[in-house]
């Protein structure tokens, strides 16, 4: 079993920025990729972006490239989502995910384990 808690959700204004950071805890030696993932209520869980547990590989949503980077220590176990030029429709729910298998991954189903969510709220 793998534990996942994220950390750094918060309030900020339209243009700010926020981190978020993922603690991985458990069976770490056993995770192939991480995955961040956001939701709103009424809506399903979407893809953010995602990274090999080796960082050699990253990929993003088309909503947030170019504004989010994800970042991996695989020493500490933790991997973190740098969240810059946030506006609005930012606003979320935000999940961070593991998966067994080697190589990011879009679709939520992929992923083995979840941690429990960090609000992003972001103001016009």
């Known amino acids: 079993q793998v534990q996942l808690v994220e950390s750094g959700g918060g309030l900020v204004q339209a243009g700010g920025s926020l981190r978020l950071s993922c603690a991985a805890s458990g069976r770490t030696g056993s995770v192939g990729a991480m995955g961040w993932f956001r939701q709103t209520p009424g809506k399903e869980r979407e893809f953010v972006g995602a990274?090999?547990?080796?960082?050699?590989?990253?990929m993003y949503a088309d909503s947030v490239k170019g504004r989010f980077t994800i970042s991996l220590n695989n020493v500490k176990n933790i991997v973190a989502l740098q969240m810059n030029s946030l506006q609005p429709e930012d606003t979320a729910a935000y999940y961070c995910a593991a998966r067994n298998v080697f190589g990011p991954a879009t679709v939520r189903a992929y992923y083995d384990y979840w941690g429990q969510g960090t609000q992003v709220t972001v103001s016009a």
């Open positions: 990274i090999t547990w080796s960082g050699s590989r990253t």
